[in-house]
């Protein structure tokens, strides 16, 4: 008699609705407050509630990115603080680097990409508070749209390599190079996570690195808080915001950090699948 092991895929089972809401509840308030995914929150509770393998953690937190961002789009596009062609072109360079950088992980050293990458945005988030108020940018010119371009193609090849969301490189690369106003660059973020967290998703869900349910379910669960988030963001100034977003990176750098001194029998940090839009 021979007896056929079917290995798992694991799930969320042993996740409670109340925490489900409040894991959702805060990703929503931080996509709504500095136009990021809110992979930041999800992947860390996912991991720690499902014991989930990190990869299905990075798939179902994008999958869950995307209803929350796009509530946020949402409320950012109805006070017109979306920046449609800065949108189109670093969307354009996001995807095409997501797919580069998930084919570069098992090419390219991490540890020193991670070491640079906490580098610059410790300086970006210095560069932030140091910012004055700013006026919007310049009329783009075609020079300006291959740099955005080229932005948006370094943001989704770090994602695919680092594990790290798109919205915390593309909004300060917005308002330190082009004097973007703060919550114009967040809305255009959001713009461009919601296809990157689409493309993103049905490559994770052939691949079954994604739980949609649960997904689904923080998803949902975030979309309240992401309009509350959009439009706190809306009235605050600009100092106050680039601060907020300055403690913000200096908190992703903290837990890059981390990722260079991984625990015993803890998964590195660093591995990641499609996550451009995840946190």
Known sequence: MTTTHTEAMPTAGHVTPWKGLLIGAIAGMLSGLFGIGGGIVIVPA????????????????LAATLPIAAASLVTYAANDNVDWPFAAC?????IVGAVVGTHLLQVIPKTPLTIIFI?????TAVR???????????????LGGIALVVIGFVTGTLAGLLGIGGGVIMVPAMVVLFSQVPVIAKGTSVAVI??????????NRKKRNADI????????????SAVVGSIISDGISDGVSNAMFAILLVLVALLQIRTLFPSRG??????????TGDA
């Open 119 to 123: 580098v610059t945005i410790l300086a």
């Open 90 to 94: 670093l969307a354009v360079g996001a």
């Open 266 to 275: 803890d998964d590195s940090l660093l591995d990641a699948s499609d996550t």
């Open 46 to 61: 996912l991991l720690a509630l499902t014991k989930m393998e990190r990869k299905l953690a990075h798939g179902t937190s």
């Open 194 to 203: 919601v296809p990157s967290s689409i493309v993103g998703t049905i490559r």
């Open 128 to 142: 932030l508070l140091l910012s004055d108020e700013v006026v919007g940018r310049d009329q783009l010119s075609v």
């Open 213 to 224: 349910p649960l997904a689904a379910a923080i998803g949902v669960a975030g979309i309240v």
